[in-house]
């Protein structure tokens, strides 16, 4: 495995696989690697012959409320990670080196990028988006591998991909979960003990509208209210949304029709938010 740290040398390396006829996934992560990204490397393994993993702390990403400063950062046990998981190259740009001077050209996905996360952390799916635009620019894989998770965040790199006509193909990878069914984020390393147990009630919510879906409710408040019975049964979890919307657009819908429909939940503990989400009437 080779650390990569300037941009143009991964660039000029991304060429030379694409010439030899490699085909190249890309696993873009800001490091403090868990389950949940290991699986994402695991997906790529097995569909590429070459697998690039990017870990950069984006610092247009952040807004006020997230600490940039303080994001966990630790190269090198993540490295020896991702030597584990046979990753051919990690590619760990600094700041300077992705923002270069007079940077001034952003990424917006309009619409979506206002929805959902986008309402309690403005500024966020730029940064994002103008990221992923210039990781996909500078390797230009053939594979993108992104954690169902952050399902707005898929919907975004989905529709960017298409608007701007990048030849990447995005992987989306299931949800990693604890035992408990709480799903894997470096947040949850934050919770006390009891607000971890707490915060199982989250994914039991979740399982509760897809029985429901299953028995036959398609009326999206009803579905809703289902989550929110559910997780107002946990003193400890404060409710911040439950959208019931369709999972392409984001946009609410009434009532379950032909369309995969995402059940999205963020919900705090203590101090601490954490999100989740179910997609209802998947297609096969
Ligand atoms: O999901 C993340 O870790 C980040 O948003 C990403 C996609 C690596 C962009 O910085």
Not at 154 to 170: C, D, H, P, S
């Amino acid at each position: 495995m080779e650390i990569i740290n300037r941009r143009q040398r991964m660039a000029s390396l991304a060429r030379k696989l694409r010439r030899e006829h490699k085909v190249i996934g890309f696993v873009p992560t800001m490091g403090a690697l868990h389950k949940g990204h290991l699986k994402l490397v695991q997906n790529a393994r097995q569909m590429s012959d070459i697998v690039i993993v990017s870990i950069f702390v984006n610092p247009t990403q952040f807004n006020e409320s997230d600490d940039f400063e303080t994001y966990p950062r630790d190269l090198t046990a993540d490295a020896a990670l991702l030597a584990e998981y046979n990753v051919d190259y990690v590619f760990t740009p600094d700041a300077k080196d992705i923002y270069g001077e007079n940077f001034s050209t952003y990424v917006t996905v309009d619409d979506l990028s206002e929805k959902l996360e986008g309402a309690s952390r403005p500024g966020h799916f730029r940064g994002v988006a103008t990221v992923v635009t210039i990781l996909f620019n500078t390797i230009r894989p053939d594979f993108g591998y992104f954690g169902q998770k952050d399902a707005q965040q898929v919907a975004i790199i989905k529709r960017l991909t298409q608007n701007l006509g990048f030849e990447t193909e995005i992987i989306v990878v299931p949800i990693v979960r604890e035992k408990s069914g709480l799903a894997m984020s470096s947040r949850n390393e934050l919770l006390t003990s009891e607000q971890r147990e707490a915060a199982s009630i989250i994914y039991k919510s979740l399982l509760e509208v897809e029985i429901a879906t299953e028995k036959g409710v398609r009326n999206t408040t009803k579905l809703a209210e289902i989550v929110r019975n559910e997780i107002e049964t946990e003193p400890l979890a404060n409710i911040d949304y439950i959208a019931v919307v369709d999972n392409k657009t984001l946009d609410p819908i009434e009532k379950i029709g032909e369309n995969p429909v995402l059940v999205a939940v963020a919900a705090r503990f203590g101090e601490i938010r954490l999100i989740d989400n179910i997609v209802l009437n998947k297609k096969q």
